[in-house]
C-alpha cells in the first residue's frame, strides 16, 4: 500500500538558518503530493502540492519539488523564521481508488531566535 | 467562510466509557473524512464519507467505532466502549468535489482515555 517516510524529528533550527525536512514516499501509479503544516492549537492546513514529477509546489518561502526518480519531495526553506515554528506533515494522494491521502509520521520544527 | 469545526476540542474520559465526537464541515463539501494520530505518529486514515455514505472505512480500527453522517452533513464518531489505546488525536477534514484536492481540516479533538 501507499506509505510516506519523513525524517524523524524534533528539529531545532535559530533563526534565518537552512531548513531541510527530508520526504520520500511508496505509492503505486502518480500521486500528488503535499505538505501540511499544523501550528499550535491549530488544525493541518495546506502549505503546498506538486501533481506531476518535477512540478516544484512553493509557498511561504517554502518550496518541494516532486522527484519521481528518488520518489522524494523534500521541503526546503532558505531562511526560517520563529513564527515557522509547527509540525510539518508530508502526505501524497494517490490519483485512483477513494483519493484517500496518506500522511507520515509529522517532523516537529523550532525555531529559536 | 466557516472552516471545519470539531467539538469537543478535548475529552477524558475512563476506559469503558463512550464518547461521541463531531465534525461539521465546510458547507457544500461532500467529502468528508476521519483521521487519528496516536501520540507522535503519522495521521492515520479512518473512513471517508461521500454525502452521507461511507466510501471507504477500511481504517476503522474494530467495531468499537461507529462513524455517521447522517444527512450527508456533520457526522459523528462514536467510540463504544473505549480503550485505553484508543487515546489519540482525532481530526476531522472536508474536501470539495473530486477534482479538488485540497483538504480542509478542523483542529481535532483530543481524546484520553484513563
Known amino acids: 500500500g501507499d506509505s510516506v517516510t519523513q525524517m524523524e524529528g524534533p528539529v531545532t533550527l535559530s533563526e534565518e538558518a537552512f531548513l531541510t525536512i527530508n520526504c520520500t514516499y511508496t505509492a503505486t501509479g502518480y500521486p500528488s503530493l503535499f505538505w501540511y503544516v499544523q501550528y499550535p492549537g491549530e488544525g493541518l492546513q495546506l502549505l503546498l502540492k506538486?501533481?506531476?514529477?518535477?512540478d516544484k509546489g512553493s509557498n511561504k518561502g517554502f518550496e518541494a519539488t516532486y522527484r519521481k526518480e528518488t520518489t522524494s519531495f523534500h521541503l526546503e526553506k532558505g531562511s526560517v523564521q520563529v513564527s515557522d515554528s509547527a509540525v510539518y506533515f508530508c502526505?501524497?494522494?494517490?490519483?485512483?481508488?477513494?483519493?484517500?491521502?496518506?500522511f507520515g509520521t509529522g517532523t516537529k520544527l523550532q525555531v529559536i531566535p | 467562510e466557516a472552516g471545519v469545526t470539531q467539538f469537543p476540542s478535548h475529552s477524558v474520559i475512563e476506559k469503558g466509557q463512550t464518547v461521541t465526537l463531531r465534525c461539521d464541515p465546510i458547507?457544500?463539501?461532500?467529502?468528508l473524512y476521519w483521521y487519528r494520530r496516536v501520540m507522535g505518529k503519522e495521521i492515520k486514515f479512518l473512513l471517508h464519507f461521500v454525502k452521507e455514505s461511507k466510501q471507504d472505512e477500511s481504517g476503522m480500527p474494530n467495531n468499537r467505532f461507529l462513524a455517521e453522517r447522517t444527512g450527508g452533513t456533520y457526522s459523528t464518531l462514536k467510540v463504544q466502549p473505549a480503550e485505553l489505546e484508543d487515546s489519540g488525536v482525532y481530526f476531522c477534514a472536508s474536501r470539495a468535489g473530486t477534482k479538488n484536492e485540497k483538504l480542509f481540516f478542523g483542529s481535532g479533538t483530543q481524546l484520553s482515555v484513563l
Open positions: 502526505a501524497l494522494m494517490n490519483s485512483g481508488g477513494y483519493q484517500k491521502v496518506t
Open positions: 506538486a501533481t506531476k514529477a518535477d
Open positions: 458547507s457544500g463539501h461532500d467529502n
